[in-house]
């Protein structure tokens, strides 16, 4: 509920700050911090602290990495975005800045470190609701210092971010679409992308432990996992074709006589020579079109 009144307020996000506690943030942009260890009563559902960072509801949240000082290694520091405003606050000083009004709706954030020619710049990347993703420098909150245009042409909006595992400074993009590109930031260039859905938005997007992407949108979630089609194309044609190596079929009463003639045999072996090499130009294309990643394919949800 609101705080003074009986209209409810609905959740919008929640972070699992420690074991112990939990941030909730609502409809009303309240950011609240619940203490789970307290018995289930009417006291406990009071939250321990309530800050507003914003004046619309809370549309993303992501914590700063803990400093070098702290104990708990728990983080102390979050970036909201909320309306046309990003927000630091500190959950035990409350609000520490809030940015100038971009004129355009923010949906998503993501902290990205390692980045810039020295390769340690730290940035919150910030998806908006016209295809552009907003660059901020960790410590210059007050307005935006860059912009990289993921959807320049349908504008669709940017509703998820995700960093990619063991990828530096790639960023997953859920979008309004139903896509999911995949931004390199540096080069701030497009390197692959799939589809989740034809008709439903990404609105949410992660990885699992195994490094598989997961995406929710509409009344969908899918598991995607790297294509192993083409990798196994050459020896499944070999299977079906009956193939001896030598590019021709084995029959039941085939011989090695020595009187084969040599000159079919090494006819068909430069056929087969170019078959492979044609299969692996295909497979480099379409590693190509991915950014150096096969096809990404979905099995076992329809």
């Known amino acids: 509920?609101?705080?003074?009144?009986?209209?409810?307020?609905?959740?919008?996000?929640?972070?699992?700050?420690?074991?112990?506690?939990?941030?909730?943030?609502?409809?009303?942009?309240?950011?609240?911090?619940?203490?789970?260890?307290?018995?289930?009563?009417?006291?406990?559902?009071?939250?321990?602290?309530?800050?507003?960072?914003?004046?619309?509801?809370?549309?993303?949240?992501?914590?700063?990495?803990?400093?070098?000082?702290?104990?708990?290694?728990?983080?102390?520091?979050?970036?909201?975005?909320?309306?046309s405003t990003l927000a630091v606050t500190d959950l035990r000083r409350g609000v520490l800045v809030k940015s100038e009004d971009q004129e355009e709706e923010l949906l998503s954030s993501v902290?990205?470190?390692?980045?810039?020619?020295?390769?340690?710049?730290?940035?919150?990347?910030?998806?908006?609701?016209?295809?552009?993703?907003?660059?901020?420098?960790?410590?210059?909150?007050?307005?935006?210092?860059?912009?990289?245009?993921?959807?320049?042409?349908?504008?669709?909006?940017?509703?998820?971010?995700?960093?990619?595992?063991?990828?530096?400074?790639?960023?997953?993009?859920?979008?309004?679409?139903?896509?999911?590109?995949?931004?390199?930031?540096?080069?701030?260039?497009?390197?692959?992308?799939?589809?989740h859905d034809e008709l439903e938005g990404v609105v949410g997007l992660g990885f699992d432990v195994g490094g598989r992407v997961i995406s929710g949108g509409g009344g969908v979630v899918k598991v995607w996992q790297e294509s192993v089609e083409e990798e196994y194309e050459g020896e499944e044609a070999d299977r079906v074709d009956g193939v001896d190596g030598v590019g021709r079929k084995r029959g039941l009463d085939d011989s090695d006589d020595d009187n084969e003639d040599e000159g079919d045999s090494e006819s068909s072996e430069e056929e087969e020579k170019v078959r492979k090499k044609g299969r692996k130009r295909k497979r480099g294309n379409e590693k190509a079109k991915n950014g150096g990643k096969a096809v990404m394919g979905f099995t076992g949800i329809d």
Not at 31 to 51: E, G, I, M, V
Not at 146 to 173: F, M, N, Y
Request: glycine share 14%; hydrophobic share 35%.
């Open 111 to 195: 902290f990205v470190s390692g980045v810039g020619k020295d390769g340690k710049g730290e940035r919150v990347l910030v998806g908006t609701g016209s295809g552009v993703l907003t660059v901020w420098e960790k410590g210059v909150w007050e307005d935006q210092q860059g912009r990289v245009i993921v959807d320049g042409v349908g504008k669709e909006s940017l509703d998820a971010l995700t960093l990619v595992p063991g990828e530096q400074g790639t960023v997953g993009v859920g979008m309004g679409d139903g896509k999911v590109k995949f931004v390199k930031m540096g080069s701030n260039q497009v390197v692959g992308e799939c589809r």
């Open 1 to 83: 509920m609101i705080p003074g009144s009986s209209l409810p307020d609905p959740p919008s996000l929640i972070y699992a700050l420690t074991p112990q506690s939990l941030l909730l943030a609502t409809d009303s942009s309240a950011l609240h911090l619940y203490d789970l260890r307290n018995p289930l009563s009417k006291l406990s559902s009071t939250p321990q602290a309530t800050h507003h960072p914003h004046a619309d509801y809370i549309s993303s949240l992501t914590p700063l990495p803990p400093t070098a000082a702290s104990t708990s290694g728990f983080p102390k520091q979050f970036v909201t975005t909320g309306g």
